[in-house]
């Protein structure tokens, strides 16, 4: 099938895109994931904003994932003005995240990804044959947003969380009257790794460089250091300066490169096969009963560790809602001061990192912030060039359908990185 | 011809998060989906259908040429154009560029900013094009879309709040924060629709549902001046996520004519 691949609108992806495969005398010329993000300029905005204000404006980012951008946010600002959040803040921080994880990654397992493993254009069209299947996963993902309601007033775009804590606690009775579906949400989890790891997955086979938080007593999501599975752990403050973006003009994106000028991943894969020892009692049991050998290379296979993510996110939320007391202040009595502050956290889609400037009336002076859509769009082309053989030898319509699922593999967040991946139809001549 | 109405769902510059509500409808998903053609949404699925479509749903505001363009070819294609979110109907937060120099933003986000193709404001969907029907919120309230969208099907009026979020403070039997604890508070001129969640949860609203229709900012800008707990919180309240609102931008100039009076 020695054309060019077109995907002029890529479909069931966070944001609107296209895909570019350029064919010319039987081999491939030119790869482009091509995003045209509307700039919207986050950080330029922030300049000169209250501290306070910073975690309402990231979230608006990504309705997806607000909460991870809520997070990464406050906890460089805390960085920056040396605040320690107290255990109870925590807890119920790595709780909300835990929602944020369950509706994100169900989401993506059934209704993005899951139709190109199962033979369907949309969960939609999935629900005409198995009602039941899209019926669980809708369930599902409401627990998660039922999650977010609680903690933080609504599921997109939050309300309570604040530098240095929350503003109000939540009642613990309403995030127990949500253990019962998390049961049955955990069950459920546990049933869908057994039915993913028999899908058809695409093969491929890519030595990357994963990278993840890593932290020694659980699946790092909220905090941690950042482990690279080439330079081992790089201090969150370096990692912005080793790991440089590089703004490329067919994309309003930044690019995101190692220090030899490689690409590298994050997300899931990345997750697991850098932690997959530190998972919870289900998940790891999940993980064993699921015969899935680590280290897991094929980005198609993204969607079964997000699976056993899922998993272990539901048992992680039913414990941390065990341990919740709601006593003392709900969040630190700040004390204004200059300084610089950077953290990162583990959105669904993988390291989130921000970084941001106070001055002595904690009004930010300068704000940077990596989303994991940016980071992996290098990452992208590069698995795409590798898959290009394959796609030369499928017919036409195999071959698109093959690479823009790759793409889906990634969840790309187009509207964080950037939201518009448009096709550029090939011309013969250049 | 198909019996239900072709519905489209499109996105310009946004987060995503409005049209996700639609996904969000756990629930009622499914049977909305037997009431409705969904024959564009390219957030939930590959197929596409044709138009010419009975509605348009548009998410996100103007930001690019490119953008100006294709709400004009959006508005041919839809016999009822409905704009959901503070993006579609004022802009939203990054019209926050309207009160600044969009070139410098750039460089100080982009290494290259001339690789980059941008307005120099955001820009509401009705500022280029006749919307039938605004629905405020960032993000919109998801059972209100669902009520925007039966009422299509019913082909009757939408039951949308007219009243302030102060209203539904007193139905949550929420002590008001601006009263008691002198916390700034922009619920007296801000649409209902959220639930009034912030002063649930101890803090200000901070207008994300956009202003009331009936909004008042010369007599408002007092009350609000009086909580400020610091120069300059007033305006800076006021320029969150609808800060290009026309009711909210006349505040903030208020306070901004005033403050230079004094000065």
Known sequence: MPETIHVPALARVEGEGALYIGVKDGSVKEIRVDIYEPPRFFEGFLRGRFLQDVPDITARICGICPVAYQMSSVRALEAALNVQV??????????????????????????LQG?????????????????????????????????LRVIGGRSVHPVNACVGGWYRWPEAAELRALLPELEWGLERACAA??????????????????????????YAILDGDILSSLNGVIDVEDFGQQYLEKHMRHSNALHSYNLEGKPYLVGPLARLNLNHEYLGERAALA????????????????????????????????????????????????????????????????????????????????????????????????????LAPQLLALPHDEATLTAEHLLRAYDPCISCATHFVKLKVYDAEG | ????????????????????????????????????????????????????????????????????????????DCKFLLTIGTCATAGGVQALRNFADVQEYARAVYPHPEYLNTLATSTAISAHVKVDLELWGCPVNKYQLLEVICALLQQRRPALPQYSVCLECKRRSTTCV????????????????????????????YGCFGPLPTADPFAFVPVLRSHERFPGEGIRLLRTISGAAPAFEKAAKLIAFEETRHA
């Open chain 1, 86 to 111: 107290t255990p109870r803040v925590r807890l119920l921080r790595n709780l909300f995240y835990c929602g944020e994880w369950i509706e994100s990654h169900v989401l993506h397992i059934f209704m």
């Open chain 1, 115 to 147: 139709p190109d493993l199962t033979g369907h254009e949309s969960a939609l069209s999935l629900a005409q044959v198995a009602p039941d299947v899209v019926k669980d996963a809708l369930r599902m993902k409401k627990i998660g947003n039922q999650i």
């Open chain 1, 193 to 218: 790794v057994g039915w993913a790891k028999d899908l058809p997955f695409p093969q491929l086979d890519i030595d990357y460089e994963f990278m993840a938080m890593h932290r020694k007593d659980e």
């Open chain 1, 287 to 386: 993980l064993k009963q699921s015969g899935i050998r680590l280290p897991l290379r094929n980005p198609y296979k993204s969607l079964l560790a997000r699976a056993i993510e899922t998993v272990e996110v539901f048992e992680r939320a039913i414990h941390l809602i065990g341990r919740y007391v709601p006593k003392g202040p709900s969040a630190e009595q700040l004390v204004l001061r200059p300084g610089h502050g950077a953290a990162a956290t583990e959105a669904p889609r993988g390291l989130l990192y921000h970084r941001y400037n106070l001055d002595a009336d904690g009004l930010v002076e300068q704000a940077k912030i990596v989303p994991p859509t940016a980071q992996n769009l290098a990452r992208m082309e590069a698995d795409l060039w590798q």
């Open chain 2, 1 to 76: 011809m198909s019996p239900k109405p072709k519905v489209a769902v499109y996105k310009f510059s946004s987060c995503d998060g409005c049209q996700l509500q639609l996904l969000n409808l756990e629930d009622e998903l499914i049977e909305l989906a037997g009431a409705i053609d969904i024959a564009f949404f390219l957030e939930a699925r590959r197929q596409v259908e044709p138009g010419p479509y009975a509605v348009g749903i548009v998410e996100g505001s103007v930001t690019t040429p490119e953008e100006a363009e294709r709400i004009q070819y959006i508005r041919r």
């Open chain 2, 178 to 205: 601006a009263v008691a604890q002198g916390i700034p508070c922009l619920g007296p001129i801000t649409r209902a629709g959220c639930g009034a969640i912030c002063p649930a949860y101890g803090r200000g609203c």
